[in-house]
């Protein structure tokens, strides 16, 4: 498991919008991790979305698409028309028993450990190894009232493989806490792989 740095004080919440960027940053997930990372400033290197905790989504609406960019490093790089949220301790931290309405990014993949050959899982089974992953320790009574599945493509310098494409599914849940801090924790690590790409993250709030 990849070490994570627990929050002292505060979350960042950070809308990030792209209206006068080209398309291909809404369509190539290389692209827009560049334009995630750019955002912030002051950890160089690879290990950059590791040591900020960062991880994001993107919103696909009919009017706005933008990015929901969650760090526990503050972005200093941003457009003037995007926003960021600060998000005290005492409101990131939700106690056991809480009733909560939330979200999860994922990638619906399943790797074969003896020939490392990568399958993309059915919408039914991808749920149900997204509702298996949470409620194993953090979420019980957990209940999926919507799932959606996209799909985002780069170019590859691999010449036998031009195109890379990322499958990314999105579930809406209600669930129970089980254990606040297992599903803080969990935020905070994000769900699964493909987290350099936009997926991973869990948001919640009471119900």
Known sequence: MISTTRPQATMFLTRL?????SPRQWSDHHAMHNTVMNVFSGIAGDSKRQQGNILYRTVFTSENPHLLIQSTMQPTNIPSDSA???IPENAWHLPTGTLVVGQATYQPIARNRNNRKVTVRSMEESKEWACNKMTAAALTEMTVIDHQRHRTNARSRNPQHP???????NITFIATIANSEEFEEFR?????????YGCGLITAIPS
């Open 17 to 21: 919008t792209l209206e006068n960027t």
């Open 84 to 86: 960021i949220i600060t």
């Open 163 to 169: 195109e890379t494409t990322i499958h990314v599914d």
């Open 188 to 196: 905070l690590r994000g769900l699964g792989r493909g987290k350099n």
